[in-house]
T-cell receptor, first 114, second 116 residues
Framework: AQSVAQPEDQVNVAEGNPLTVKCTYS??????LFWYVQYPNRGLQFLLK????DNLVKGSYGFEAEFNKSQTSFHLKKPSALVSDSALYFC????????????WGAGTKLIIKP | ETGVTQSPTHLIKTRGQQVTLRCSSQ?????VSWYQQALGQGPQFIFQ???????GRGNFPPRFSGLQFPNYSSELNVNALELDDSALYLC???????????????FGEGSWLTVV
């Protein structure tokens, strides 16, 4: 079965420190990986995606993510967190095994403290 | 702003009633998909429309139905509402008809449905 895991329900980081939001996946075939962010009472906003090529992907708002095929991971990172980064983050993956339908993680709440 | 607009933003319905939610896709996008997001959970895929036909469906009962119009806008209809249908309903559009790899979908702000 295709699945996406975000092992942390919540991540707390001090402003200015680096942040990491973890995502691992299990799919059949080559994965196509996405990160979305959701602010309170809002829709989801696209941050970045990995399709092929360089394993390090850069996206919106200074975020980046690294695709690691051997560890089946796609962790979201940012070198210096801002209070405004506080939101809910979702990892999603599509693959031939899911007929390219997006499979979503449960989300990780990121809290950046001043 | 993604250019995907949804209406209404909030509504309250009684159990057993029917509801219609509307979505206008981003300009140039011919594919629309609908998601249900319950409180504290990730989005759950309901179905997708391309060129006015459903071309993918998640694990939702037939009382969840939809339409896509020639201008690519879309409706989600839910009949015989149940309390568990209370959720945020998200519409997303994308520029390609087939669910090929790497297609980014862009979400609207959602419609909050409360069933009482």
């Amino acid at each position: 079965a295709q699945s996406v895991a975000q092992p942390e329900d919540q991540v707390n980081v001090a402003e200015g420190n680096p942040l990491t939001v973890k995502c691992t996946y299990s799919v059949s075939g080559n994965p196509y990986l996405f990160w979305y962010v959701q602010y309170p009472n809002r829709g989801l906003q696209f941050l970045l995606k990995y399709i092929t090529g360089d394993n390090l992907v850069k996206g919106s708002y200074g975020f980046e993510a690294e695709f690691n095929k051997s560890q089946t991971s796609f962790h979201l990172k940012k070198p210096s967190a801002l209070v405004s980064d506080s939101a809910l983050y979702f990892c999603a993956v599509s693959s031939p095994g899911s007929n390219y339908q997006l499979i979503w993680g449960a989300g990780t709440k990121l809290i950046i403290k001043p | 702003e993604t250019g995907v607009t949804q209406s209404p933003t909030h509504l309250i319905k009684t159990r057993g009633q029917q509801v219609t939610l509307r979505c206008s896709s981003q300009s140039g996008h011919n594919t629309v998909s609908w998601y249900q997001q319950a409180l504290g959970q990730g989005p759950q895929f309901i179905f997708q429309y391309y060129r006015e036909e459903e071309n993918g469906r998640g694990n939702f009962p037939p009382r969840f139905s939809g339409l896509q119009f020639p201008n690519y806008s879309s409706e989600l209809n839910v009949n015989a509402l149940e309390l568990d249908d209370s959720a945020l309903y998200l519409c997303a559009s994308s520029p390609h008809g087939d669910r090929g790899p790497g297609n980014t979908i862009y979400f609207g702000e959602g419609s909050w449905l409360t069933v009482v």
